[in-house]
């Protein structure tokens, strides 16, 4: 099987990946590719394959697999997206009881109290970029909250945030990570010194399980930076997404604004359709895999390219059509792969489900006129295969 080049594809690669994808379901399931960057790894892009990929034990999320030290782990130290049992079991153990749904649902008032604040201050003025005005703010106010991180410095996190998630230069997602854990270093320490608070920084720094283990200072680092970066860069493309694929769908957009118990729908359709994460983080291979019949060889990185298996269309009929009102399995609920699947689904998706359907719900009920900007140009995409979004949404209404 030759490998394929994504280079070939050209910058609309980056704007429009879905048909190409469609192209490579149609020649098999997985793939070997080598992307504009150099790197080449095995591409997970039919549904049930991603699917068995992203829940097999086979596939592991250590760097050490693979006889390699992480550098992402030398800064921040050990995290879950690096993890595999009992390591990973340990410390998300630590942290679930404070992502249950009733948990999460408690910070409701909150969320929309922050919603509400921001759009006082936009609407007024009749045109915004959305992504300022809405979707970046909401998100960092409500996880700096959670942490108990001073938001006033959300541009520097918003800075470090973008350059580690869709980097910019070849040093640029290092340099922005070893500035922030220095910084939630300074941070942890200050909790420690000020005493017990309500935030999560230092409930973690108190929480102890039933056998008395408790996260070193190198494991609540590393997990202050996961919440950091996922807990916010996802639902802000997760709310831009919604409100762009809504826009470019007028029926859609009417169907929910006559009726708003379609609020759900809607947002597990932008998951599905135009899902904020376009590939999972790496996996590599303990042992030869085999998806489809396609066999992957030990010691591989594989890719699932979650774009594309929600819109396998073996899985959803019609997958590239836009449908807030489209019913997921019995059973299995929506279906749809955007938090992942098996031990490492996203901890945070009660939360960005929550702030999704705030924010849309109050922009909708707030902006009935709500257009794209006639005045703005092109979108400016994110690089990258990680984050799917653009830098800015300019909207009038």
Request: charged letters at 25%; aromatic letters at 8%.
């Amino acid at each position: 099987m030759a490998v394929i080049e994504l280079a070939d594809y050209g910058p609309d690669f980056n704007v429009n990946p879905y048909p190409y994808y469609a192209k490579l379901r149609e020649a098999g399931p997985v793939h070997e590719v080598r992307a504009s960057d150099g790197n080449q790894f095995w591409l997970v892009v039919g549904y049930e394959e991603g699917r068995a990929a992203l829940a097999d034990p086979r596939l592991s999320k250590a760097l050490a697999t693979m006889g390699y030290e992480s550098a992402d782990e030398a800064i921040m130290g050990p995290h879950v997206l690096t993890l595999d049992p009992p390591d990973h079991t340990r410390l998300r153990k630590l942290v679930a009881p404070e992502f249950t749904p009733r948990r999460v649902e408690a910070m409701r008032p909150r969320i929309q109290r922050i919603t509400d604040d921001l759009l006082d201050a936009m609407v007024p003025k009749g045109r915004a970029d959305l992504l300022d005005a809405l979707a970046f703010p909401l998100p960092i106010m409500v996880i700096c909250e959670l942490l108990g991180v001073p938001y006033a410095d959300r541009d520097t996190f918003r800075a470090w945030t973008n350059e580690i998630v869709a980097p910019t230069t070849p040093t640029g997602q290092r340099d922005k990570t070893v500035e922030l854990c220095a910084y939630l270093d300074e941070l942890i320490e200050d909790k420690r010194a000020s005493g017990p608070a309500d935030d999560l920084l230092s409930t973690l720094l108190r929480t102890r399980a039933e056998d008395g283990d408790q996260l070193s200072a190198a494991e609540l680092r590393a997990w202050a930076y996961v919440l950091l970066i996922a807990g916010h860069e996802t639902t802000v493309n997760l709310i831009s997404n919604a409100v762009r694929s809504l826009l470019d769908h007028p029926a859609q957009l009417a169907a929910l604004r006559a009726d708003f118990s379609l609020l759900d729908g809607a947002i597990e359709e932008t998951l599905r359709y135009e899902g904020p994460v376009e590939t999972s983080t790496v996996r590599f291979t303990t042992e030869p895999v085999s998806y489809g019949d396609t066999e992957i060889p030990a010691l591989r990185t594989v890719l699932v390219a979650l774009a594309s298996a929600d819109r396998d269309p073996a899985r959803f009929p019609d997958p590239d059509t836009f449908d807030i009102r489209r019913s997921g399995t019995p059973g299995r609920g929506p279906g749809h792969l955007a938090f992942g699947h098996g031990i490492h689904f996203c901890i945070g998706a009660p939360l960005a489900r929550l702030e999704g359907r705030i924010a849309l719900r109050a922009l909708l009920e707030r902006c009935p006129g709500l257009e794209f900007d006639p005045a703005a140009g092109p979108y400016d995409w994110l690089p990258g295969m990680l984050i799917r979004g653009v830098r800015e949404l300019p909207v009038r209404w």
